[in-house]
Protein backbone atom coordinates (compact mmCIF):
# COMPACT_ATOMS: atom_id res chain seq x y z
CA UNK A 1 0.00 0.00 0.00
CA UNK A 2 1.62 3.56 -1.53
CA UNK A 3 1.41 5.43 1.84
CA UNK A 4 2.96 8.36 -0.16
CA UNK A 5 1.49 8.83 -3.72
CA UNK A 6 2.75 11.27 -6.15
CA UNK A 7 0.23 10.24 -9.34
CA UNK A 8 1.47 12.79 -11.96
CA UNK A 9 4.82 10.59 -13.49
CA UNK A 10 5.40 13.92 -15.16
CA UNK A 11 4.93 17.70 -15.88
CA UNK A 12 6.16 20.28 -18.11
CA UNK A 13 6.00 24.18 -18.34
CA UNK A 14 7.42 27.01 -20.15
CA UNK A 15 10.32 28.51 -18.09
CA UNK A 16 9.03 31.77 -15.77
CA UNK A 17 6.05 30.01 -15.34
CA UNK A 18 4.63 28.61 -11.90
CA UNK A 19 5.71 25.01 -11.48
CA UNK A 20 3.17 23.21 -9.13
CA UNK A 21 3.76 19.15 -8.00
CA UNK A 22 1.09 17.41 -6.24
CA UNK A 23 1.21 14.87 -3.42
CA UNK A 24 -1.03 12.61 -1.33
CA UNK A 25 -0.24 10.76 1.82
CA UNK A 26 -2.69 8.35 3.22
CA UNK A 27 -0.79 7.43 6.93
CA UNK A 28 -2.83 10.31 9.38
CA UNK A 29 0.53 10.17 12.17
CA UNK A 30 2.53 11.42 9.18
CA UNK A 31 4.29 15.11 10.74
CA UNK A 32 6.93 15.97 8.66
CA UNK A 33 6.83 16.43 4.86
CA UNK A 34 10.09 16.54 2.70
CA UNK A 35 10.44 17.64 -0.99
CA UNK A 36 13.97 16.37 -2.73
CA UNK A 37 15.00 17.10 -5.80
CA UNK A 38 17.46 14.55 -8.09
CA UNK A 39 18.89 14.89 -10.98
CA UNK A 40 20.50 11.97 -12.89
CA UNK A 41 23.06 9.88 -11.82
CA UNK A 42 22.97 11.68 -8.69
CA UNK A 43 21.77 10.92 -5.54
CA UNK A 44 18.60 12.89 -4.06
CA UNK A 45 19.14 16.19 -2.64
CA UNK A 46 16.99 17.59 0.59
CA UNK A 47 15.08 20.65 -1.09
CA UNK A 48 12.49 22.31 1.29
CA UNK A 49 10.09 20.42 4.28
CA UNK A 50 6.93 21.83 6.08
CA UNK A 51 5.57 20.56 9.86
CA UNK A 52 2.50 19.56 10.33
CA UNK A 53 1.86 22.45 12.92
CA UNK A 54 2.69 24.59 9.49
CA UNK A 55 0.24 24.68 6.24
CA UNK A 56 2.91 27.04 4.05
CA UNK A 57 6.22 27.38 4.30
CA UNK A 58 9.14 29.42 1.89
CA UNK A 59 12.26 29.37 0.97
CA UNK A 60 13.05 31.46 -2.11
CA UNK A 61 11.16 30.58 -5.19
CA UNK A 62 9.65 27.19 -3.25
CA UNK A 63 6.92 27.29 -1.28
CA UNK A 64 5.53 23.60 0.15
CA UNK A 65 1.49 24.39 0.93
CA UNK A 66 0.39 21.68 3.79
CA UNK A 67 -3.60 20.79 3.36
CA UNK A 68 -4.18 18.39 6.46
CA UNK A 69 -7.56 17.64 6.13
CA UNK A 70 -7.51 16.84 2.72
CA UNK A 71 -3.68 14.79 3.50
CA UNK A 72 -2.48 16.78 0.64
CA UNK A 73 0.79 18.94 0.08
CA UNK A 74 2.43 20.79 -3.19
CA UNK A 75 5.03 22.59 -3.85
CA UNK A 76 5.13 25.80 -5.65
CA UNK A 77 8.05 26.60 -7.94
CA UNK A 78 8.25 30.31 -8.73
CA UNK A 79 9.08 31.27 -11.59
CA UNK A 80 10.44 27.99 -12.98
CA UNK A 81 14.24 27.85 -14.43
CA UNK A 82 15.79 25.27 -17.27
CA UNK A 83 17.84 24.39 -14.28
CA UNK A 84 14.86 23.16 -12.43
CA UNK A 85 14.05 19.99 -14.52
CA UNK A 86 14.80 17.21 -12.18
CA UNK A 87 12.77 14.25 -10.78
CA UNK A 88 11.15 15.51 -7.67
CA UNK A 89 9.97 13.40 -4.00
CA UNK A 90 7.32 14.09 -1.50
CA UNK A 91 8.63 12.27 1.31
CA UNK A 92 6.90 11.93 4.62
CA UNK A 93 7.77 10.54 8.45
CA UNK A 94 6.50 10.47 11.97
CA UNK A 95 8.16 11.24 14.88
CA UNK A 96 8.49 8.26 17.41
CA UNK A 97 11.02 6.36 18.51
CA UNK A 98 14.44 6.60 17.75
CA UNK A 99 14.03 6.40 14.10
CA UNK A 100 13.64 8.85 10.88
CA UNK A 101 12.71 6.51 8.41
CA UNK A 102 11.32 8.72 5.08
CA UNK A 103 8.09 7.58 2.81
CA UNK A 104 8.70 8.65 -0.81
CA UNK A 105 6.42 8.56 -2.69
CA UNK A 106 7.00 7.51 -7.06
CA UNK A 107 8.10 11.07 -8.07
CA UNK A 108 7.27 13.44 -10.52
CA UNK A 109 9.38 14.73 -13.48
CA UNK A 110 9.72 18.26 -14.11
CA UNK A 111 10.71 19.56 -17.36
CA UNK A 112 11.37 23.28 -17.95
CA UNK A 113 10.70 24.20 -21.53
CA UNK A 114 12.99 27.49 -22.65
CA UNK B 1 33.95 17.54 3.52
CA UNK B 2 33.07 14.08 1.21
CA UNK B 3 29.35 13.49 2.63
CA UNK B 4 27.92 10.45 1.50
CA UNK B 5 30.26 8.22 -0.48
CA UNK B 6 29.17 5.02 -1.97
CA UNK B 7 31.18 2.02 -3.57
CA UNK B 8 31.05 0.66 -6.02
CA UNK B 9 29.30 3.24 -7.92
CA UNK B 10 28.66 0.83 -10.82
CA UNK B 11 28.50 -3.11 -10.55
CA UNK B 12 27.21 -6.09 -12.79
CA UNK B 13 26.76 -9.50 -11.42
CA UNK B 14 25.31 -12.48 -12.24
CA UNK B 15 22.55 -14.54 -10.65
CA UNK B 16 23.17 -16.44 -7.31
CA UNK B 17 26.75 -14.52 -6.83
CA UNK B 18 27.07 -12.06 -4.25
CA UNK B 19 28.48 -9.03 -3.44
CA UNK B 20 28.84 -6.17 -0.80
CA UNK B 21 27.98 -2.20 -1.62
CA UNK B 22 30.30 0.03 1.16
CA UNK B 23 28.49 3.38 2.30
CA UNK B 24 30.75 5.85 4.21
CA UNK B 25 29.99 9.30 5.68
CA UNK B 26 31.83 11.75 7.39
CA UNK B 27 29.68 13.52 9.16
CA UNK B 28 29.35 11.74 12.36
CA UNK B 29 25.71 11.05 11.69
CA UNK B 30 24.32 8.46 14.10
CA UNK B 31 21.35 7.21 11.62
CA UNK B 32 22.29 5.83 8.45
CA UNK B 33 19.73 4.01 5.55
CA UNK B 34 19.61 2.17 2.32
CA UNK B 35 17.60 2.80 -0.15
CA UNK B 36 16.66 1.22 -3.44
CA UNK B 37 15.03 3.28 -6.39
CA UNK B 38 13.32 1.49 -9.32
CA UNK B 39 11.20 3.02 -11.89
CA UNK B 40 7.43 3.49 -10.81
CA UNK B 41 8.35 2.93 -7.62
CA UNK B 42 9.90 5.71 -6.29
CA UNK B 43 12.57 5.10 -3.13
CA UNK B 44 12.05 2.13 -1.10
CA UNK B 45 13.95 1.40 2.60
CA UNK B 46 15.76 -1.43 2.74
CA UNK B 47 17.08 -1.64 6.08
CA UNK B 48 18.28 1.06 8.35
CA UNK B 49 20.54 1.73 11.42
CA UNK B 50 20.27 3.84 14.24
CA UNK B 51 23.65 3.40 15.66
CA UNK B 52 26.91 1.43 15.79
CA UNK B 53 25.90 -1.97 16.29
CA UNK B 54 22.26 -1.78 15.30
CA UNK B 55 20.25 -2.75 12.12
CA UNK B 56 16.50 -2.84 11.59
CA UNK B 57 14.21 -3.60 8.50
CA UNK B 58 12.83 -1.71 6.63
CA UNK B 59 10.04 -2.02 3.42
CA UNK B 60 11.91 -4.54 1.64
CA UNK B 61 14.23 -5.97 3.56
CA UNK B 62 13.88 -9.61 1.62
CA UNK B 63 17.29 -10.65 0.00
CA UNK B 64 19.30 -8.13 2.15
CA UNK B 65 21.56 -8.36 5.02
CA UNK B 66 23.54 -4.97 6.57
CA UNK B 67 26.00 -4.39 9.27
CA UNK B 68 27.14 -1.44 10.91
CA UNK B 69 30.77 -1.81 12.76
CA UNK B 70 31.64 1.49 12.78
CA UNK B 71 29.57 4.27 12.97
CA UNK B 72 30.47 5.80 9.75
CA UNK B 73 30.11 2.66 7.79
CA UNK B 74 27.19 0.75 6.83
CA UNK B 75 27.18 -2.01 4.72
CA UNK B 76 24.88 -4.10 2.33
CA UNK B 77 25.46 -7.27 1.01
CA UNK B 78 23.05 -9.50 -0.61
CA UNK B 79 24.14 -13.09 -0.30
CA UNK B 80 22.74 -14.59 -3.63
CA UNK B 81 21.66 -11.68 -5.89
CA UNK B 82 18.37 -12.24 -7.94
CA UNK B 83 17.41 -10.01 -11.37
CA UNK B 84 14.51 -8.35 -8.98
CA UNK B 85 18.04 -7.18 -7.11
CA UNK B 86 18.81 -4.74 -10.51
CA UNK B 87 18.21 -1.36 -9.16
CA UNK B 88 19.84 1.97 -8.33
CA UNK B 89 20.92 1.57 -4.44
CA UNK B 90 21.00 4.77 -2.13
CA UNK B 91 22.75 5.37 0.91
CA UNK B 92 21.17 8.03 3.36
CA UNK B 93 22.26 9.32 6.70
CA UNK B 94 21.13 11.64 9.31
CA UNK B 95 21.60 13.55 12.38
CA UNK B 96 19.26 12.07 15.38
CA UNK B 97 16.96 14.41 15.73
CA UNK B 98 16.86 16.08 12.43
CA UNK B 99 14.41 14.65 10.11
CA UNK B 100 16.79 15.73 6.86
CA UNK B 101 18.77 12.83 4.76
CA UNK B 102 21.80 13.40 3.18
CA UNK B 103 22.16 10.88 0.34
CA UNK B 104 25.28 9.38 -1.86
CA UNK B 105 25.24 9.49 -5.35
CA UNK B 106 23.61 6.06 -6.07
CA UNK B 107 24.82 2.49 -7.16
CA UNK B 108 23.69 1.12 -9.66
CA UNK B 109 23.55 -2.90 -9.98
CA UNK B 110 22.42 -5.51 -12.38
CA UNK B 111 21.99 -9.16 -11.97
CA UNK B 112 21.73 -11.01 -14.64
Known amino acids: DQQVKQNSPSLSVQEGRISILNCDYT??????FLWYKKYPAEGPTFLISISSIKDKNEDGRFTVFLNKSAKHLSLHIVPSQPGDSAVYFC?????????????FGTGTLLAVQP | NAGVTQTPKFRVLKTGQSMTLLCAQD?????MYWYRQDPGMGLRLIHYSVGEGTTAKGEVPDGYNVSRLKKQNFLLGLESAAPSQTSVYFCASSRMGYRELFFGEGSRLTVL
Open chain 2, 27 to 31: MNHEY
Open chain 1, 91 to 103: AATTYGGATNKLI
Open chain 1, 27 to 32: NSMFDY
